[in-house]
């Protein structure tokens, strides 16, 4: 088969001590409507060979589980007012700088963690540490995608969760297709392992190493699965 990169992305890549070949595959867009054991079926099952590793972004699976909140039906306080104020954006998208995500953080961690959180970051920052505020209210709040349209407009009013029992879903792939998994958080600035299948003997590092220059993009790329394969 053909590898393809996505623009700016380079097919192998030299991890772990040996060299690694990552092939984007495009899909169509994904919505709650679907079922992640028929996407990959559909778009891995034919090109898959043993030995390979799929990486499939995080957003795919949490709207297949229907792990979505909606714009409606969050209340915006005023500490979530307050707060975000202050908060830091980045490039890689939108995070508690916008209200409504500073309001689900206090909605999952309570706003005393919230304002603590809060204060760690403010003074953390002043000798150059970053990312203490999502450090503190942990993985769930930090996970949030949505809220966001300026990539796709469909994203606007909804906030989409992290998936639930990435593990689990891993190993599910794995027993009904036979492909080996790993579910990921990634950007631009960071990539989280959030689950693989017990088959996988490489470690998280090793992973992090083989996507860690994001090679399913940044924007509107619509390649959520990454195929990864050793090269021999």
């Known amino acids: 088969m053909e590898f393809i990169s996505n623009e700016g992305k380079e097919i192998e890549i030299e991890a772990n001590e040996n060299i690694y070949l990552r092939h984007a595959i495009k899909t169509r867009f994904i919505t709650q409507n679907d079922n992640y054991i028929d996407v990959i079926k559909e778009y891995v099952s034919d090109i898959y060979e043993e030995g390979d590793i799929i990486s499939i972004s995080e957003k795919i699976i949490s709207l297949c589980q229907n792990r979505v909140i909606k714009r409606e039906d969050i209340k915006i306080g005023i500490w979530a007012k307050f707060l975000s104020k202050f908060a830091s954006k980045t490039s890689a998208g939108v995070g508690v700088g916008e209200t409504i995500k500073m309001q689900y953080a206090i909605n999952k961690v309570g706003v005393i963690k919230v304002i603590f959180a809060s204060i760690a970051s403010a003074i953390t920052k002043l000798i150059g540490i970053k990312g203490v505020f999502y450090k503190i209210v942990g993985q769930e709040v930090s996970g949030l ?7 796709w407009e469909e ?4 906030g989409i969760e992290l998936p639930e029992k990435p593990n689990e879903v891993c190993n599910e792939i794995k027993q009904e297709l036979g492909i080996s998994s790993m579910i990921v958080d990634a950007n631009d600035y960071g990539r989280e392992i959030l689950g693989k299948s017990t088959d996988i003997l490489l470690q998280e590092d090793e992973l992090k190493e083989i996507i860690r220059d994001n090679p399913a993009g940044q924007g509107k790329q619509q390649t959520p699965i990454i195929l990864i394969r050793k090269k021999v």
């Not at 995608?145 to 990539?151: E, M, P, R, T, V």
């Not at 994203?155 to 909804?158: T, V």
């Open 145 to 151: 995608d949505g809220f966001y349209d300026h990539i």
């Open 155 to 158: 994203y606007g009013d909804i």
